[in-house]
């Protein structure tokens, strides 16, 4: 009777989407950093908290999946912290993320909001 509750418990844990998972760790996160990790755009990051950060989650969360051949990759990381604790860093671009290997899609355009807000006042360079 006992292992009934944990039986349903690891159908449940073991049934969730990465993405959903790693969300669900990132709850309790009171700040994300989201900063460029391409040698020529150092200057570019910005700090969201409180109910950004919420919304950053969120947007993870209900990431669809994308083919693992997207043309696509990645400049920027997510990282998320609780006081002093590392939670996870996320790969991004744009819009796509990475959890593991797979490439998600952000369909609330929260990321590009992001990917915007960082590059607010910082110089453009020439092509």
């Given at each position: 009777m006992k292992t009934i509750p944990v039986l349903l418990f690891l159908i449940c844990f073991c049934g969730c989407s990465p993405q959903k998972t790693l969300a669900h760790r990132l709850k309790g996160a009171d700040r994300a950093v989201y900063a460029c990790v391409l040698k020529d755009y150092e200057e570019v990051k910005t700090t969201v908290t409180?109910?950004?950060?919420?919304?950053?989650?969120?947007?993870?969360?209900?990431?669809?999946?994308?083919?693992?051949?997207?043309?696509?990759?990645?400049?920027?990381?997510?990282?998320?912290?609780?006081?002093?604790?590392?939670?996870?860093?996320?790969?991004?671009?744009g819009q796509a993320f990475w959890v593991g290997d797979t490439p998600y899609e952000d369909t609330t355009k929260t990321l590009k909001r992001l990917y915007e807000k960082a590059h607010e006042g910082t110089p453009k360079l020439s092509p």
């Open positions: 409180g109910d950004d950060v919420n919304k950053v989650v969120e947007a993870i969360a209900h990431g669809r999946k994308l083919s693992r051949d997207i043309k696509a990759a990645f400049g920027f990381q997510l990282e998320f912290f609780k006081g002093s604790e590392h939670l996870a860093t996320i790969n991004t671009s």
